[in-house]
């Protein structure tokens, strides 16, 4: 029963994590660049590692749950590995979906 909840669970929460994303890209990260940064080439990059920063805090927080959520099991050696695999698939999507939203 946790397998199907689990999966449920993670994809909500890719979905959460990117509109966060667009939203701290959209409104908030250009406060954060220093002023001098606004008009050189460097913004672009200033602005991946930022919303990098901001993916992996998210990610990290969906990873210590499904641990915890996963621990608990009878199977919890294999069930590690799978939160292992979970976490590694939301970073590559999330530094897919930062990657194209800022260069698009």
């Given at each position: 029963m946790?397998?199907?909840v689990?999966t449920?669970?993670?994809v909500?929460y ?8 667009i939203?701290?890209?959209a409104?908030y990260?250009d ?13 672009v ?16 927080i969906v ?8 621990s608990?099991?009878d199977?919890?050696?294999s069930?590690?590995?799978v939160?292992?695999k ?7 999507i ?8 800022i260069?698009?």
């Amino acid at each position: 029963m946790k397998r199907p909840v689990y999966t449920i669970f993670n994809v909500i929460y890719q979905i959460i994590i990117c509109w966060i994303l667009i939203i701290l890209n959209a409104y908030y990260n250009d406060l954060i660049l220093p002023s001098s940064l606004l008009h050189s080439s460097g913004k672009v990059g200033m602005k991946i590692l930022i919303a990098l920063a901001e993916g992996v805090v998210l990610i990290l927080i969906v990873y210590a749950i499904n641990r915890a959520v996963l621990s608990d099991t009878d199977d919890s050696k294999s069930q590690k590995g799978v939160a292992n695999k979970t976490g590694k698939l939301q970073l590559i999507i999330t530094v897919c979906f930062i990657i194209a939203v800022i260069l698009s």
